[in-house]
């Protein structure tokens, strides 16, 4: 009988120490899995890595994301001077391959994520009847991103240098600190025409799209990525490059105009 009563003891010892462990486990695993991966990310990326996010959060929901939206030249030089960035997204290989030589990414990382195509726009209503990147040189303002830290403004003085007018544009120029504030100068009528991407020009019907600039003339437009060597929390971010080379993430991506390698 003592032996009875004695394992009924145990038995409800047990139950209660089991009950307190799985309370505990409960209330623990989510302070423990939870993170927050900050994504320094060129601005022509910004509307569709935010129509990816549920998607990924969806598969991920312990993985948080906080972005900063900006000209990959700016980021790039954030990231040099410290900041604690987990993953990096540019609109340039230029940029990315200098944070590369001075050790500051998880080099295993990088890959070529998208490409993208480089868009003459004027003013949805403009009449001076622009029909190419030659004919730029008949009109008194034109936006561009500031080149030495702008990629799309690097890839439009390269359409120009390869075409022989940059010497008589390069007064024209109005400058913007990224490709997001080249297009809203177009919108605004404040510049007769601007050098933007294709999947910028493609969110405005404030502009009109009036050439494609042929790919022989500039270099590649091709956005890699990349964890940063600093990061804390390379699992996420891993997690989140594999997202990003995704079929889902990949019809996202199309879906705003952007070519997938």
Known sequence: MKRKHFLIVLAAALVSFCSTLAFSLANLTPTLASTTLLISAAASLQDALKAIEPRFAQANPNIKLS?????????QQQIEQGAPVDIFLSA???QMSSLQQKGLLLAETRRNLLTNRL???VPSNATAGLKGFRQLVSVNRIAIGEPRSVPVGQYAEEVFKNLG?????????????????????VESGNVDAGIVYATDAKR?????????????????????????????????????MNFLASDTAKAVFRAYGFGTP
Do not use: C, M, W
């Open 67 to 75: 972005y900063n939206f900006g000209a990959s030249g700016a980021l």
């Open 92 to 94: 340039a290989q230029k």
């Open 204 to 240: 405005s019907d404030r502009v009109k799209q009036v050439a494609t600039a042929p790919a022989a003339l500039h270099s590649p437009i091709v956005y890699p990525a990349a964890i940063l060597q600093g990061s804390k929390k390379t699992a996420a971010a891993k997690a989140y």
């Open 119 to 121: 868009i003459l726009i």
């Open 165 to 185: 007018i940059l010497s008589q544009l390069q007064p024209k120029f109005v400058f913007g600190n990224n490709v997001r504030s080249v297009l809203v100068a």
